[in-house]
C-alpha cells in the first residue's frame, strides 16, 4: 500500500492526535472524519479541508472505498462497536485504548480482529512522551529509591 488513506470516527478530544500520526505530504492522510457533534466535525474539515468527507454516522465512513485504515477514537464505551464494524468493514484500525470497557468485549474485538485479516493497533500513546520515558529512567536507576506505591491523576476530557 503506497498511500493510506484514514477516516477518524470521534474526531474531537483523543481524536485530535491523529494530526500527529499522519503523514499528508508522504505515506497516508487523513481523507475522513465521523462525529456525532457537528461542531466537531466543522472544525475537523477546517483543519483538514473542504476535501475531507464528514459524517455524523460513522456507518457511512466505513461503507467509504476511499478509507484504507480507521482511527477509532470516539468514547471508551463505543470503543468495541466502532473497532468490530471497521475491521468487519475491511479496514485496517487503530483504537486508542482502552480497547473495549469489558473483557467480553475485547474477546469480540480480537475475534472480529482475526477474522478480518487486517492489521489492528491499540494506542498507548503516552508511554512514548517524554517525560513518561523520563519518570520511568526516574524509577529504573532507582534514583527515588524502592518504588511502593504509585497514583497518577490523568482526566480526559468527555
Known sequence: ME????????VS???G???HWHDPAGRSSLVAGADINPAYLRDFSDQYGPGVFTTTDFRELLARGDIDAVGVFSPDHFHEEHAIAALQA???V????PLAVTVAGCDRILRAWKASGKKFLMGFNMRYMRWVRVMKQVV???VIGD??????R???PA
Open 3 to 10: 498511500h493510506v488513506r484514514i477516516g477518524v470516527i470521534g
Open 17 to 19: 492526535t491523529a494530526s
Open 90 to 92: 475491511g479496514k485496517h
Open 147 to 152: 518504588l511502593k506505591a504509585v497514583w497518577v
Open 94 to 97: 487503530f483504537c486508542e485504548k
Open 140 to 142: 529504573d536507576e532507582g
Open 13 to 15: 478530544g483523543r481524536g
Open 154 to 156: 490523568h482526566f480526559v
